[in-house]
């Protein structure tokens, strides 16, 4: 094995930006309702901030500490979106007919809370768990 | 269900028991099969009385109402007369089976079990009414003949023969179906007596002579109708009973039937005429003139099938005429070809089957069918002789057999066809006669060696197969002996049939009034006792010199038969669509793009000029700015970078380029979410291409120039083009306002700001749901390529 260079600053610049990328994508995230963003996008840049993470770390030490199976989030993603279609049905909604409503919550004042998010949710899951899964299996790949 | 039902399905129901009985018996199947054939044969002759008074019986089974296709039977004379032949011979021919087929060594259970079915389906034919049925039964038919003929399937020949079979008659089938479909189109009935009602409406019709022809096409393959005759000599491979029941008494006279039974429909039209008068003769001709040729027993038998056929034919053709005059005496006239065209039907079905008998008999007993190995057999088989003699004899016309009667009637039915003058070509109709005469002399001939060959001269036992010739068993000579019986009674008591069976089935065929006619065994001294006194002169001169002029088979070479016409035929049809389907699925999928983008702007660009499309439209355009045109500029610099390049990581980037360009176009065009979506998913398609543009393996990795295709660029300017056309054409045509409006609400409707959000996961979160769905399995794909590889295989 070739010996590891030492990349102090890689790491350290790294540890930075990703905090700001997260923050960044969970703004996204909660922003797309009202503002552009989403879950598609949000989980794009999720996944771009783990990607980065992978690159400069090894990926064993990425996986010890984020003991994520992204290949379930996928699926997670995929039935949390289709139950909050199902959801509605239980009363008597049709399938995917989201809703939305104002509430006044403790901390957060007037508040509004809508299904679509929880679609959205599971949007994000499933964009992040696809692409990590896309990535790390084909770097993990030997050629 | 009536009795009659019953009576018919009864084969296909015993069909259904023999699996179960056959290992648990001791004696022959062929014991308990005969009651089947039997019970029907009786119970069939119990319907004379009433048929042969001009009543006739009809019964209607439901089967799909819905699509008014019913089993609806009718039974008349005609279907009478072929009923009693089929039941009839079917059980002398399950008699004589059950000695000719080894209870231990055949699978008895497959050979009756295909008899019944062809049975079953050969007596439904004849009594349906509702031609979807019959069409059905025509080719339960086929497929059973097809079963029989390769009983034997370990046999190549056999295969080959029930192949042929197949084919032909399967086409000739789907032809008929075509033809029976226009004809109920055209009638607006499947019912054939509603059709003969509604004959005026039929014969009007502009699809009279298509459904005519196809029609015909059917019965000509069945009934081995030159030139789809060949079939039938390949068929002799079958055991020799199957081919006395089915190659000569009854599956080839399912053609007969259908054209008998369609005369009244198609009859008194000149095409009819000269269709089956004619192709009836040419048959005739052929068959009995390739008959005199034939060195096996079978062979020569299924060639004189074939002639024999065609004589029937023939004068079904000439009896057609019948139907042109209303006036009752010229009727009459003609109709006495009809009436010797189903007297003759029913002698050859005696006298064939006896024959093929015989020929089943020397075969079991001598090992051989070879007529150039046998000889002298009529000292050691005299009662195999005694039949063989009746039945070519009857064959071949002579009294006192019934051969001569319909041989006889047979020309005085090609006689009258001279005067018939109702069609143009009149002058056609004088070689009937001379036609007629002369395949009557190859007729004596060939019957004259079947009788001589085998059974005079020397018996030369070093050539034959088998050690000691002896006579057959009892039981395989009662059926030909019964035939032959029959043969001789027929012709002292002519009437007797004449009565029952013949004149109710003319009646039938002509669905017209006739007077009932007399059969007369003398009737003076008239032209057709003359022209028989010449087919005996000149048959006899010709047999005893036929080594002298056999020389005149080799003007005719075997290349030129239609057999080898069929064979070549089919090899190039396979050689062809093999090429053909070479030339053009070469597993370049280069070619196979090609191919669907060329049909998808010539549809396109035909779409367009044909409904007069081209027009365009741009009052409606917004103002084009100097963003748009700075960046549709490095758009399309970026995009022929990639085109020209020649450096694979060039063209990777210049892509690259041309999707970031296409975000600033997104934010120009302000689609903010597009435009971000766009960005994060293009960096991640790039770094996948870097990544394979990485992993290429070494040995391929040639840089190399694009190989250039002058065809490739024709075909992608004009797809761009048609494309762009169509593009501008559309916009400019707006047909409805758009929904937008609608989505604008989205505040109110889904608590959203973002109307592009609140579409994806709102108004259309359908569609996102199976976005994702996609991602995922897309996901999953990638993982289960990547790692569920075979192991130890690292080279791919």
Not at chain 1, 36 to 52: E, K
Not at chain 2, 47 to 76: C, Q, R, T, V
Not at chain 2, 440 to 447: L, Q
Not at chain 2, 760 to 766: I, Q
Request: aromatic content about 14%; charged content about 10%.
């Amino acid at each position: 094995m070739k010996p590891k260079a030492n990349d102090v600053i890689l790491h350290t610049v790294t540890k930075l930006a990703a905090i700001i990328i997260f923050t960044f994508s969970i703004d996204l995230f909660w922003a797309g309702h009202h503002f552009p963003g989403g879950g598609f996008i949000g989980g794009l840049t999720t996944a771009a901030g783990i990607v980065l993470l992978y690159l400069s770390f090894d990926i064993e030490s990425i996986q010890r500490n984020l003991p994520i199976d992204y290949k379930k989030m996928a699926a997670i993603g995929v039935l949390i979106a289709v139950f909050t279609g199902l959801a509605g049905m239980f009363y008597g909604d049709n399938f995917l007919e989201q809703t939305f409503g104002y509430f006044d919550l403790p901390v957060f004042g007037e508040t509004e809370l809508a299904t679509a998010v929880l679609f959205d949710v599971g949007v994000a899951l499933a964009v992040i768990g696809t692409a990590i899964t896309i990535i790390t299996s084909i770097s993990e790949d030997e050629l | 269900m009536s009795f009659l039902h019953f009576l018919i399905l009864l084969p296909f129901l015993a069909c259904i028991f023999i699996p179960f009985i056959y290992k648990k018996l001791n004696i022959h199947l062929g014991w308990i099969v005969v009651f089947v054939p039997l019970f029907i044969f009786i119970n069939y002759l119990l319907f004379i009385p009433s048929i042969s008074k001009g009543n006739y019986h009809a019964f209607s089974m439901p089967w799909i109402p819905s699509l008014g296709i019913n089993f609806d039977i009718y039974m008349d004379g005609l279907a009478l007369l072929f009923g009693l032949i089929i039941s009839g011979v079917g059980t002398l021919v399950v008699v004589y089976s059950i000695f000719y087929m080894d209870k231990n060594r055949e699978a008895l259970h497959n050979f009756y079990i295909y008899l019944l079915l062809f049975m079953g389906a050969m007596l439904g034919l004849v009594s349906s009414d509702h031609v979807l049925v019959l069409y059905t039964l025509w080719e339960l038919t086929s497929v059973s003949s097809f079963l029989l003929i390769a009983y034997w399937y370990e046999r190549k020949k056999s295969r080959a023969g029930a192949l042929k079979a197949m084919i032909i008659t399967v086409f000739g089938g789907l032809a008929m179906l075509a033809g029976l479909i226009i004809l109920s189109i055209i009638a607006d009935t499947y019912s054939i007596r509603e059709m003969i009602a509604n004959v005026g409406i039929i014969k009007e019709s502009s699809l009279f002579i298509p459904a005519l022809i196809l029609i015909l096409i059917g019965a000509f393959t069945k009934s081995a109708q030159f030139p789809f005759s060949i079939w039938l000599p390949d068929a002799m491979e079958a055991p020799t009973p199957v081919s006395a029941y089915l190659h000569s008494a009854t599956m080839v006279k399912a053609g007969i039937y259908l054209v008998a039974r369609m005369t009244p429909i198609f009859g008194g039209s000149a095409t009819w005429f000269w269709l089956v008068s004619g192709i009836g003769l040419v048959t005739l001709m052929y068959g009995s003139f390739r008959a005199v040729r034939q060195t096996d027993l079978k062979a020569l038998l299924a060639f004189s099938t074939i002639s024999q056929l065609g004589l029937i034919m023939s004068l079904l053709g000439v009896g057609s005429a019948a139907l042109y005059y209303t006036n009752g005496e010229a009727q009459t006239f003609y109709a006495f070809a009809l009436f010797a065209a189903l007297f003759h039907l029913f002698n050859h079905a005696t006298f064939k089957g006896a024959l093929f008998m015989v020929v089943g008999i020397i075969d079991h007993e001598t090992g051989t069918r070879d007529i150039r190995r046998l000889g002298g057999l009529m000292a050691i088989m005299p009662a195999t002789f005694t039949i063989a003699l009746i039945g070519s004899l009857a064959m071949a016309g002579l009294p006192p057999f019934n051969g001569f009667l319909s041989k006889e009637m047979f020309f005085t039915g090609m006689l009258r066809a001279t005067e018939v003058n109702m069609f143009s070509l009149e002058w056609l109709t004088s070689i009937f006669p001379v036609v007629a005469w002369v395949a009557s002399v190859f007729t004596f001939i060939y019957c004259f060696i079947l009788l001589v060959k085998p059974f005079l001269g020397e018996l030369n036992q070093s050539r034959l197969p088998k050690e000691k010739v002896h006579e057959a068993p009892i039981g395989m000579l009662i059926p030909p002996i019964i035939l032959g019986l029959l043969v001789v009674f027929v012709f002292f008591f002519p009437n007797l049939i004449g009565k029952y069976l013949l004149n109710p089935a003319l009646y039938a065929t002509l669905s017209a009034e006739v007077p009932a006619f007399e059969i007369i065994a003398w009737h003076g001294f008239g032209t057709e006792l003359w022209m028989t006194i010449g087919v005996i002169v000149f048959g006899l001169l010709l047999f005893f010199s036929i080594k002298r002029w056999t020389i005149i088979f080799r003007v005719f070479p075997d290349q030129l038969s239609i057999n080898s016409l069929y064979m070549s035929g089919l090899e190039n049809m396979e050689k062809k669509s093999v090429s053909l389907t070479d030339r053009y699925m070469t597993g370049n999928i280069r070619h196979y793009l090609l191919y669907i983008f060329i049909v998808t702007f010539s549809v396109l660009i035909i779409a367009l000029v044909g409904f007069d499309g081209i027009s365009f439209d741009f009052s409606t355009n917004s103002y084009i700015t100097i963003y748009d045109i700075g960046i549709v500029i490095a758009m399309v610099a970026a995009a022929f970078t990639t085109l020209l390049t020649t450096n694979r990581i060039t063209a990777i980037v210049s892509l690259g380029a041309v999707g970031y360009i296409m975000v600033m176009l997104f934010v120009i065009f302000r689609a903010p979410d597009l435009a971000l979506t766009q960005m994060v998913v293009e960096t991640a398609t790039t770094a996948l291409f870097l990544l394979c543009f990485y992993h290429l393996p070494k040995l391929g990795k040639r840089i190399e120039k694009m190989k250039f295709k002058l065809t490739n660029l024709i075909v992608s300017i004009l797809v761009g083009v048609t494309v762009t056309i169509m593009t501008l054409v559309a916009t400019g045509h707006r047909l409805f306002t758009p929904i937008n409006e609608f989505f604008e609400n989205a505040y109110e409707l889904a608590g959203a700001k973002n109307i592009v959000n609140a579409i994806l996961v709102d108004f259309r979160g359908f569609d996102t749901m199976l976005e994702i769905a996609v991602l995922f399995i897309a996901g999953i794909g990638v993982y289960t390529l990547i790692k569920l590889r075979p192991k130890g295989d690292d080279s791919q």
